[in-house]
C-alpha cells in the first residue's frame, strides 16, 4: 500500500476563516489519483474533492480548493469562508490509476468555533 | 437510488462467533470493496470486488471472509470473530472503467465490537 500522511491530527479555526490541511504521500508511480473525503459525525464519508496527478490545475470545488505540487509529493485542502458544517474528520487518499485500491491518511480532525 | 446500504449499523459479537455484514448498491457498480477504520489509522482495505464471481485481497484480509455472486451484493463474513476485529467497517463502490477511476461511494458504516 502507499503512504500518505496527515501531519497534522487537529485543527481549529473561526467560523468565516480559511484553514489548510497537509498532506504528503510516497510513490513510484506516475500516474494517480488524489482524494480529500469528509466524515462528519454521522460517520458518511463524503468525496469533496479529487485531483488527477496528470492535470497540472489544481482542483476547485466551492469554498474547497487543493494546492496539488507533484514533484514534492504535497497535496493540501484549504477550506474557505469556513462553516460550522464544516466540522468534521478529513482524510487524504491517493489511488494507483491502475487500481481502485485507495490508501488512506490517518485524518485530521477539524472543529469550526462560532 | 438508495446508493450504498450496509446492515446492520451496530453489531456486539463475543469471540469466536461467526457474523456476516451486509452490503448492497443499486447503482450498478461493477467494484466493490470493504474498509475498516480504527483509530488513528484511517481506513484500510480489507477485500474487494471487480464484479460478480471475481474478488482479491485487500491490505488486511486476515480473519475475513468475502464472496460476489451478483453485481448488486458483496457481503463480508467473519468466521471466528476476535476482539482485533473491533472496528468500523464501510463498504464502498463505483464504476470500473479501465484507465479511469469512477469516485468510490461509501456506505453509512457498520460499529462491530467483540468481546
Known amino acids: ?18 484553514v489548510t490541511l497537509s498532506c504528503t504521500y510516497d510513490t513510484s508511480e506516475n500516474n494517480y489519483y488524489l482524494f480529500w473525503y469528509k466524515q462528519p459525525p454521522s460517520r458518511q464519508m463524503i468525496l469533496v474533492i479529487r485531483q488527477e496527478a496528470y492535470k497540472q490545475q489544481n482542483a476547485t470545488e466551492n469554498r474547497f480548493s487543493v494546492n496539488f505540487q507533484k514533484a514534492a509529493k504535497s497535496f493540501s485542502l484549504k477550506i474557505s469562508d469556513s462553516q460550522l458544517g464544516d466540522t468534521a474528520m478529513y482524510f487524504c487518499a491517493f489511488m494507483k490509476r491502475s487500481d481502485y485500491k485507495l490508501s488512506f491518511g490517518a485524518g485530521t480532525t477539524v472543529t469550526v468555533r462560532a | 437510488n438508495a446508493g450504498v446500504t450496509q446492515t446492520p449499523k451496530f453489531q456486539v459479537l463475543k469471540t469466536g462467533q461467526s457474523m456476516t455484514l451486509q452490503c448492497a448498491q443499486d447503482m450498478n457498480h461493477e467494484y466493490m470493496s470493504w474498509y475498516r477504520q480504527d483509530p488513528g489509522m484511517g481506513l484500510r482495505l480489507i477485500h474487494y470486488s471487480v464484479g460478480a464471481g471475481i474478488t482479491d485481497q485487500g491490505e488486511v484480509p486476515n480473519g475475513y471472509n468475502v464472496s460476489r455472486s451478483t453485481t448488486e451484493d458483496f457481503p463480508l463474513r467473519l468466521l471466528s470473530a476476535a476482539p482485533s476485529q473491533t472496528s468500523v467497517y464501510f463498504c464502498a463502490s463505483s464504476k470500473w472503467t479501465s484507465g479511469s477511476p469512477d469516485t468510490q461511494y461509501f456506505g453509512p458504516g457498520t460499529r462491530l465490537t467483540v468481546l
Open chain 1, 1 to 18: 500500500a502507499q503512504t500518505v500522511t496527515q501531519s497534522q491530527p487537529e485543527m481549529s479555526v473561526q467560523e468565516a476563516e480559511t
